[in-house]
């Protein structure tokens, strides 16, 4: 079986891939714009619910993750796709989604900001660690020698540099960013979900003859990683309010980074680029089905 699973090929070629690439750095630029100093100095005065955010998303997670994978034990490059969605930061549309369900805008942009930062020693650290602590990836991660200083110079060109031009950008020429952030951030956003349809319907066949190989795995880990956020909030008495942000931020993955670094790492197997192809489409579905249940239940906090 894990023969025939890595023989798929995902049809999405060079010029997709520049482009996907493009859509997630222009992504991340329009969220660094709405990001100020004050939102890390915000942070830094909300401690605990900094270190709830980061435990959540960098540690438990990849964590949970690591059980789950021991317990129903998939094939390794699909356990190789879920450490690795794991490993990502949360995903830049997490910040339109928090808005949608009514939660905390500001924590959302702030953790973003602050996950994309320590996701360039994280994501790459995370990844290999887990990894290797599961035989059949810790081989396949042996038999591909991955670069760990490339992945970091990967994550980094698609997430750390455009969030200091970003947050320069907005010091620098306040209103102005101001105002290309409000036309920036739903076109790129658009932009980024119309690459994954398309992308979705070059490769209908591909998921509809392989979908039940990730179907019911992608569903788990997903409500595992949003019960996770908001249950970590619940225990750390947060309010509804941040509760809700935690979980989306926990549980909506970047897996458009995920995407490009199996494209540039791990092209030949099939099982991991399906597994990461559809949390890309699930999240964003069951992200917004949350938000918007949770944006029409009135609240006080």
């Known amino acids: 079986m894990n023969e025939n699973l890595d023989a798929i090929r995902i049809n999405f070629n060079e010029d997709g891939l520049w482009v996907l690439n493009i859509a997630l750095a222009v992504i991340m630029f329009g969220v660094a714009i709405g990001i100020t100093i004050d939102d890390f100095k915000r942070l830094i005065h909300s401690p605990k619910i900094v270190l709830t955010g980061v435990i959540s998303q960098f540690i438990l997670f990849p964590a949970v993750t690591f059980l789950l994978i021991k317990i129903i034990d998939p094939a390794p490059s699909i356990a190789l796709g879920m450490l690795l969605v794991a490993a990502c930061p949360g995903g830049n549309i997490s910040n339109f989604m928090t808005q949608m369900a009514k939660g905390n805008a500001a924590l959302s942009v702030s953790l973003t900001a602050f996950a994309t930062l320590i996701c360039l020693v994280m994501t790459p650290l995370n990844f290999q660690f887990w990894s290797n602590l599961h035989e059949p990836t810790a081989q396949i991660l042996q038999s591909v020698q991955l670069d760990s200083w490339k992945l970091v110079k990967l994550v980094l060109l698609i997430l750390g540099i455009p969030l200091v031009l970003g947050i320069s950008f907005r010091r620098w020429k306040e209103d102005l960013a101001l105002k ?122």
């Open 180 to 301: 290309v952030m409000k036309v920036l951030k739903p076109i790129s956003v658009m932009v980024f979900i119309a690459l994954i349809v398309i992308a979705f319907s070059q490769n209908i066949d591909i998921f509809l003859n392989h979908i039940h190989y990730v179907l019911f795995i992608v569903l788990i880990h997903n409500i595992i990683g949003l019960l996770q956020g908001y249950y970590a909030g619940q225990i750390m008495s947060l309010s509804f309010k941040n509760k809700k942000t935690l979980s989306i931020e926990t549980g909506i993955q970047n897996s458009g980074l995920g995407l490009v670094l199996v494209f540039a790492f791990f092209e030949d197997l099939g099982g991991m680029a399906l597994l990461v192809a559809f949390w890309g489409i699930w999240d964003i579905v069951s992200g917004l089905v949350l938000a918007a249940f949770w944006g029409r239940k009135k609240t006080s906090n």
